[in-house]
């Protein structure tokens, strides 16, 4: 009986063994360090927010795993022998694969900061890094101050995390405008003003040059690099990005780059071997996409297309328009196909941008200054369909057509009632001032 083994209990490696038990009766195992069981990574934030409990992440009971044949092995893999198609591991007899899938997801930038290693210093990726914030920040008694290092998605996450136990937090940020090398300049703005709302200290144009310790090897403070400034604090979260977990492959004859490099196809340079998920990196960018995605649903996608390969219907990985979601503090951001921020926008690309008064709603529309044609569009505030979006960028429609039509994307028609009017006439204002 063939055997398919995973590297990696996260979303991808999990969806790929569910598809693969689906359609086949292959041997299936997944090896992780991390966890007994598959949990949902995304939700983190909530259980130390104590919105749920960690068993409230496991999407399956503990018994799903036996029934559906899955075995589960909690090993670390030191190394991989590509010509004897076996894995080395730390706590476990070696294990022998037919076929073998990477898919170690991703770990937090370290930058070789002074200090980077002491307690108290954790990114927020792991379960490991959740059970060192309860240790390290139960509240704002034993920790009097958190700094945060990176401008990202996971640092407004652990920002919130943190103010929701009354900690104060110091942001630093070494662009110019929160994560504006992804957001055009007035979302950039708008988010500038809702953290500093939310009376969390951001430093912006702001770089870490070292993490002090006290005498016991406890993070003591931060020093800044452009001032020399010193900062009193008890944590700091380091969330300046994620890397692909790939170290353990070098040793291997396995090709990597930034991430295990792998084709269309999700395979690598050695036969029988695959990567998916955050640790993948395509060997040719698909369409504006980055090689590598640290992003759960394409995750899952990578899962499902690869699971039809190895059941022997050979499938390429096709992800589609561009989508992703996130969380700013209270403000809920989509974005769909291509709204680029300061840096790397194309020179064809044109944007109309609207923002409410109460500054927590806004959309920013692009669209290509010779043909009108719809590129995307970044939603704050408003909650919009995927589907309707995925549509008309399919269709190629125009952007007056997608101005006109906004109402049919909406999730609230509510929030249209009062503001599709105002929408539509700073727009028509824009055409007419061009």
Known sequence: MEHVVIIGNGISGVTL????????????????????????????????????????????????WKKNRINLVKAYVKRIDTDSKQLILDSHEPITYDKLVIATGSKPNKFG????????VMGMYHKQDLENLETHAPNNNVCK?????????????????????????????????????????????????????????????????????????????????????????????????VSPNVDFIKSSKIEIGRGVKVNRYLETNIPDVYAIGDCAEQHEAIGNRRPIEAVWYTGRMMGETLAQTLCGNRRMYNPGHWFNSAKFLDIEYQTYGWVFGVRGRPDYEQHFHWKHNDDTKCITIAYHKDTNKFLGINTFGIRMRHETFDRWLTEERDVDYVVNHLSEANFDPEFYKQHEKEILFAYTNQLQTA
């Open 145 to 241: 101050r958190a700094v945060i290092v990176g401008g990202g998605l996971i640092g407004i996450e652990l920002a919130e995390m943190l103010v929701s136990r009354s900690i104060p937090v110091t942001f630093l940020v070494r662009e110019s405008s929160f994560w504006n090398g992804v957001l055009p300049e007035g979302e950039s703005a708008m988010i500038n003003r809702h953290i500093e709302s939310h009376h969390i200290d951001l430093r912006l144009s702001t770089n870490l040059k070292e993490i002090k310790a006290d005498e016991n090897g406890h993070v003591k403070s931060v020093i800044i690099e452009e001032t020399g400034e010193e900062l009193a604090c008890d944590v700091v979260g380091l969330t300046a990005g």
């Open 17 to 64: 063994a569910r598809h693969v038990r689906k359609l086949s009766d292959k041997k299936i195992t997944i090896i992780s360090a991390e966890t007994d069981y598959f949990f949902s990574r995304t939700a983190l934030m909530y259980i130390y927010m104590g919105h749920m409990k960690f068993e409230h992440t496991q999407p399956y009971e503990n018994w799903f």
């Open 113 to 120: 900061w002074p200090g980077q290693d002491l307690e108290g």
